[in-house]
């Protein structure tokens, strides 16, 4: 602001709106946290677009399993449709998805509370290290042709990249 002239207007680059938090696009807001509940510690994820809320909740399974997982949940219209229509479990990495083997889907996608659809996924090492890499980490749940899903492409991890680190480090 200093830098322009009396007679000028600077205009922010998109970038730079978006940057700053003045433009959201479709998503409004996204934060990190470690949470407990019961005996339970897990790391939430959550997104609230326009469309409606999505999580990633990681969790470290009981003492006598090896894997981290993954349960998503998004907020999606005619979900039992989406449930009933589902072929592949779509674990997206910075944007492109990734169809999960049957055997990393740990729990089918079913009806959470009232608006919910939730699904998870077991995290083996390497799937773990690159979820730490990633800059953005969403799920879907596709009818057979990953281009064609529903859930959410990506959750913004800058905010929540430590707490990620250190959580899926200790479940190890």
């Known amino acids: 602001m200093t830098k322009t002239l009396p007679n000028d207007v600077y205009i922010l680059p998109r970038s730079d709106l978006i940057r700053l938090r003045i433009l959201t ?3 409004f807001s996204e934060t990190w946290r470690n949470e407990v509940r019961g005996d339970v510690s897990y790391l939430k994820g959550e997104q ?7 999580k990633l909740l990681f969790a470290c399974p009981p003492a ?12 999606l219209a005619d979900r039992n449709d989406i449930i009933r229509e589902t072929k592949g479990v779509l674990l997206f ?7 999960l083997p049957n055997n990393l889907v740990a729990q089918k996608p079913r009806p959470e509370g009232q ?3 939730s699904w998870a996924i077991f995290l083996p090492t390497q799937m773990a290290q690159a979820l730490k890499m990633a800059d953005q980490i969403g799920g879907g749940l596709s009818p057979g042709n990953p ?3 529903a859930g959410f492409r990506g959750m913004r991890v800058a905010e929540g990249r430590d ?5 899926l480090d200790g479940c190890r």
Not at 48 to 54: A, H, V, Y
């Open 93 to 99: 990495l910075d944007g492109k998805p990734q169809v």
């Open 25 to 27: 696009e479709d998503v």
């Open 163 to 167: 707490k990620l680190s250190k959580f």
């Open 147 to 149: 281009v064609i899903f």
């Open 64 to 75: 006598h399993k090896k894997q981290p997982f993954l349960t998503i949940l998004s907020e």
């Open 115 to 117: 608006r919910y659809i």
């Open 48 to 54: 609230i677009t326009w469309r409606g809320e999505n």
